[in-house]
């Protein structure tokens, strides 16, 4: 589904380079949850960005169903994005002006081809789905943090995705909070078999999925 081969990510300016990744080589099976784990500053949050198309690597190749995406214009990057990839990250980036069902349903505007009545059915199921259907009216900052990360999580799902890449989703949410986004994570792998990737520090939440990737200074270890 993913592959990344002989990537490194290099960041420069004129008086200093930074290698961010070296030499990754990566697969990611259609189906899997994968959880990638490393200190801060290892590279991960720039592995997952390589994934999701938001960024480029320096050397190397990535590719999404077996095509390689470096020749693709941005316009087709975009696309590709917005039918293949849900995004879910640790701070949220929900809009707080607007209500739960409209932050669900704001990616679904770039949609070629969705009408409003369909945009809306999307939102309110992927709501549904996370059991969040009695909240669609309200705004972010009347919802506790499991909550919030609920909708992100809805919003991800709302396009039906085939990826999920979610960069500590549990991360500002405390132990029971970060068990049940967790159990709910596992449970739309086990169910309904999307593909995530997830960059975690918990190690028990890592053990929980069928495979674990470590980095350490921006390389592959173990």
Same mark, same amino acid.
């Given at each position: 589904?993913?592959?990344?081969?002989?990537?490194?990510?290099?960041?420069?300016?004129?008086?200093?380079? !930074?290698?961010?990744? %070296?030499?990754?080589?990566?697969?990611?099976? #259609? $189906?899997?949850?994968?959880?990638?784990?490393?200190?801060?500053?290892? $590279?991960?949050?720039?592995?997952?960005?390589?994934?999701?198309?938001?960024?480029?690597?320096? %050397?190397?190749?990535?590719?999404?169903? /077996?095509?390689?995406?470096?020749?693709?214009?941005?316009?087709?990057?975009?696309?590709?994005?917005?039918?293949?990839? *849900?995004?879910?990250?640790?701070?949220? %980036?929900?809009?707080?002006?607007?209500?739960?069902?409209?932050?669900?349903?704001?990616?679904?505007?770039?949609?070629? *081809?969705?009408? /409003?009545?369909?945009?809306?059915?999307?939102?309110?199921?992927?709501?549904?789905?996370? *059991?969040?259907?009695?909240? !669609? /009216? @309200?705004?972010?900052?009347?919802?506790?943090? /499991?909550?919030?990360? #609920?909708?992100?999580?809805?919003?991800?799902?709302?396009?039906?995705?085939?990826?999920?890449?979610?960069?500590?989703?549990?991360?500002?949410?405390?132990?029971?909070?970060?068990?049940?986004?967790?159990?709910?994570?596992?449970?739309?792998?086990?169910? @309904?078999?999307?593909?995530?990737?997830?960059? !975690?520090?918990?190690?028990?939440?890592?053990?929980?999925?069928?495979?674990?990737?470590?980095?350490?200074?921006?390389?592959?270890?173990?």
């Amino acid at each position: 589904m993913l592959q990344l081969t002989d990537i490194e990510k290099i960041y420069q300016t004129k008086t200093i380079e !930074t290698v961010a990744l %070296h030499r990754i080589n990566l697969t990611i099976g #259609r $189906g899997e949850f994968v959880s990638i784990m490393g200190p801060s500053g290892c $590279g991960k949050s720039t592995l997952l960005s390589l994934m999701g198309l938001l960024d480029e690597p320096t %050397h190397g190749t990535v590719a999404v169903d /077996g095509r390689a995406v470096q020749s693709y214009s941005d316009k087709e990057l975009a696309g590709l994005r917005n039918l293949k990839i *849900g995004f879910v990250f640790q701070s949220y %980036h929900l809009i707080n002006d607007l209500a739960v069902l409209d932050n669900v349903e704001l990616p679904l505007l770039y949609r070629p *081809g969705l009408g /409003g009545k369909e945009r809306r059915q999307r939102a309110l199921a992927a709501l549904d789905k996370v *059991g969040l259907s009695a909240r !669609t /009216g @309200h705004f972010p900052s009347q919802l506790s943090g /499991g909550q919030r990360q #609920r909708v992100a999580i809805a919003r991800a799902l709302a396009g039906a995705p085939e990826i999920i890449l979610a960069d500590e989703p549990t991360g500002n949410l405390d132990s029971v909070m970060g068990e049940e986004i967790m159990d709910l994570l596992l449970g739309l792998n086990r169910e @309904h078999g999307t593909t995530i990737v997830m960059v !975690t520090h918990d190690e028990q939440q890592a053990l929980k999925t069928q495979r674990l990737i470590r980095l350490f200074d921006g390389s592959q270890v173990g």
